[in-house]
Nanobody, 125 residues
Framework: QVQLVESGGGSVQTGGTLRLSCAAS????????IGWFRQAPGKEREGIAAVYTGDGNTYYADSVKGRFTISQDNAKNTAYLQMGSLTPEDVAMYYC??????????????????WGQGTQVTVSS
């Protein structure tokens, strides 16, 4: 079955960087969408980035554009989220999600059928 495993979360100071990884298995990774989502306590889930593994086309939410970069490696069936200029507003549980659709959407969680367990990101001021 589809399995997504996130890693790389942790605690950094304001302005710091982190790289999250999402290792995927159990489906055809090379023509699919990987999305990154986050949810802070008391807030709705937010779709922040997505990549179509077939051609590398990406989407970013305005809240992370210019600070975060999504990438992926078809050889490793792994997607990454490089996060920079982190602030306390980025504190959340971060999830990766996958869909076999060729349309990754614009942060639309409903498009994604498989989810990882999440990794926590904490940013201190």
């Amino acid at each position: 079955q589809v399995q997504l495993v996130e890693s790389g979360g942790g605690s950094v100071q304001t302005g710091g960087t982190l790289r999250l990884s999402c290792a995927a298995s159990g489906y055809t990774y090379s023509s699919s969408c990987i999305g990154w989502f986050r949810q802070a306590p008391g807030k709705e889930r937010e779709g922040i980035a997505a990549v179509y593994t077939g051609d590398g086309n990406t989407y970013y939410a305005d809240s992370v554009k210019g600070r975060f970069t999504i990438s992926q490696d078809n050889a490793k069936n792994t997607a990454y989220l490089q996060m920079g200029s982190l602030t306390p507003e980025d504190v959340a549980m971060y999830y990766c999600a996958a869909t076999s659709s060729t349309r990754c959407g614009r942060g639309d969680a409903a498009l994604y059928s498989s989810w990882g367990q999440g990794t926590q990101v904490t940013v201190s001021s």
